[in-house]
């Protein structure tokens, strides 16, 4: 049930408009307004009326009547809602401009008007009035803050906003994402993917299928690959059935095929969208048929067959359905816009700013060339952006500041639509209540201030702990600590946030309710110090001043704060929480682990990061597997198969921690050992990889093993590469050399030694 906390409502009013006269809307608890709505009234419409009803009625105690246009009796009206009659009445509003987002808002003699162009900007318009006229927040779906004024008064009004994200406005937590009421009153416009509405009246309202990396919907390998393989990409001279689709090889015949597969949904739905999405992760791979390649040539860019293609598909929906759009992605490969083709009008560009790093403002990287591209040859943009740690949902992520610039920034281009990619599958990640929120109200409008939007949340749902929880704020994103795709809080830093956290508990003490809160915000920051406390005994100072005798109770305390909020997994893929707390404890166990023994070299007088299998500074991909083997240092390895290709073993030291260690050259030790398959080896035969990769400045480094470099075969031998090391370097094992001689690479540990 909604919690309903009473305020003054002096702390909401806009600035009042212009010096006309006051309407009283309510007097000593009662009324003599009506709200009015049109005599043919959509659904939505009649919605919009009964919001504002209920929430007029908790704030004055009054009940406002809802009545037809035809049958209102009272001489003060709240027209909510447009019908012919209605426009007639305000004649000064152009109305021709018609946009689903746009509202109205507006006083004239002892009436008000509040509405929409359509039905959904009624709703919003509802709550643009209730929340910045009258007061109201709605902090999270299940807690709101309703102002009490039994004589509601209301001044002058002449309000008529249209966003600048028009489109589509999408910012997916779990509250926004799974709550449709929450998310209109947040003003938001989000996907649907053709799909059975949720809510009575509110389904998602931007109409869209079939969903994201669409193209095999459309098209189905299964269906498709036997009689017309040319549809299909051209891989290593194979046209295959689990790439891509081929978008230049019998274009007309395969967008005729695709509009038949589409015609379902847009006989339902005429003025949907169309959805066609180049699939996704790294083995689907664009086709490179002569014909695809000379057209990338042509245009300058990867995108060029998969947007001429789209234009081709974009007319033929056009002829037969006229509000009808197509739209595709410009990702990865395709995200450079290309010189020539333009896209039609009825084209929508989702363009996603995939692979950037996620503490740098779009503004300050190349994809400010990106967007300013695309924009120059299309009206029809939407961006989807990235803002959580989607390998890990509990990290402390300081992107919150860079995030509002973010949107900020691209709202100044032909961007029509937004989406703001959360961590929708984890109720528990960092601040995703308040991300929720300051994103929502930034992209209904980006001119709005953050740190009022972010101050306002934290009062109203942390009450007096709000003001240290805001101090940690101010500390996590301003201290420098984020860099690549990695944070690092210093210990000092640390313990300063632990005593903020202590200090926010004890402002709410006795106040169960505003306890827990503050207990799972703070999660992401007890998180972050159990695994600081794992590679340093240091961190147990913060730990302690958390509240926590050791880590093993401070990993228990995650559990409990999972279960209790109905977090079930930690990452995307369906991580289980289970799955985190054993790795953390497993770490535990791999800490006891003998000191590594490096032949020819002092660690005692060195300072060195020992990376277990389980070790937090070491991630693997799905292809390692640990194994047990009693001749490894803690009685377990990450085994490799022979003949996987790739990095699957990695590690990354963030630019905070190089520069907190002073660290600027080291020698990266790989504990090895390799099982044969007893063929024959040849002695430049490469058994595995040890590497350094940096995205950002492009450098790739690599040292191969080869088996003439093997020591001891059947035992673990230290293997070494040593450079310079930078900002954002992956470090990586992997490559492994041909199955045929190679059963196996057990890699026991990584030893980064500072030189």
Partial sequence: ?????????????????????????????KTDYQIVIPDQADARNNFAAEQLKEYLKKITKADFKIARLTQATSTNKIYIGLTKDMINLLPEVDFKEDDSSRIIIKTKGSNLFITGTQSSGTL????????????????????????????LTVADINLDYTPPFKLARLVAYVGTQMNYVYAARLRLKTLSFYEKPIHKVLNKTFNTWPPYHSSFTMISPNKYFSTHPEWFSLNRGTRTDNHQLCFSSDANGLA????????????????????????????????????????????????????????????????????????????????????????????????????????????NSDFKNTIEGW???????????????????????PNLYNTADDIRFLSQYNVKGIFV????????????????????????????????????????????????????????????????????????????????????????????????????????????????ALVDSKYLESLKKLGFNNIDEAITHL???????????????????SELLTKYRNAIAAKSAKAPSIPMVNLNNKFYFDMQEFSLGMARSKIAKVIEDPKASNGSTVALQGGDYGWHIFATLSRPMLAYHKIEKVTMYASAKVVFTGNKIPQDEPMFTLGVYNKRSKRDLSHAIKYKDLKRENSYNYYSFSFTIDDNDKMWLGDIGDKKYIKEVLFDRIVIVKE
């Fill in 421 to 532: 990619q959360g961590d929708v599958q984890c109720p528990v990640g960092d601040f995703v209540e308040l991300r929720a929120y300051l994103f929502s109200h930034l992209v209904w409008n980006p001119n709005l201030d953050t740190k009022t939007l972010i101050k306002e949340f934290l009062d109203n749902y942390y009450g007096k702990a709000g003001k240290y929880i805001s101090q940690y704020l101010d500390i996590i994103n301003n201290s420098n600590i984020a860099t690549g795709d990695n944070i690092f809080i210093p210990l000092d830093v640390s313990i300063q946030c632990a005593n903020l956290y202590k200090e926010a508990l004890d402002a709410v003490a006795g106040n169960k309710e505003l306890t827990d809160r503050v207990l799972k915000v703070r999660l992401s920051f007890v998180d972050n110090t159990i695994g600081n």
């Fill in 256 to 363: 005729q095929e695709m509009l038949q597969n589409a015609k379902p949904y847009l006989d339902k739905n005429p003025s949907g969208t169309v959805m066609v999405g180049q699939m996704d992760m790294l083995k689907y791979s664009r086709c490179a048929c002569k014909k695809c390649f000379a057209i990338e040539q042509e245009e300058g860019s990867m995108s060029g067959p998969q947007l001429r293609f789209i234009n081709k598909l974009a007319d033929l929906v056009g002829k037969d359905y006229p509000k009808g759009k197509v739209m595709t992605f410009a990702y990865q490969y395709t995200e450079k816009p290309p010189k020539l083709v333009k896209p039609r009008d009825n084209v929508v560009i989702l363009l996603c700013s995939y692979g950037y790093e996620p503490f740098e403002k779009l503004n």
């Fill in 559 to 577: 559990g409990v704060i999972f279960k209790k909020s109905g977090a079930s997994r930690y990452a995307e893929n369906s991580k289980p929480v």
């Fill in 375 to 397: 924009s120059k040859i299309t009206k029809n943009i939407i961006v989807w952006t990235y803002t959580a740690p989607f390998g890990h949902f509990l990290s402390v992520f």
């Fill in 124 to 151: 919003l318009a509802v709550y643009s009035f209730l929340e910045d006229y009258l007061g109201c927040r709605w902090v999270t779906a299940s807690t709101s803050v309703i102002p009490a004024d039994m004589n």
């Fill in 1 to 29: 049930m909604s919690k309903i906390l009473y305020i003054s409502l002096s702390l909401f009013l806009l600035p009042l408009l212009g010096m006309a006269e006051e309407l009283n809307l309510s007097v000593n608890g």
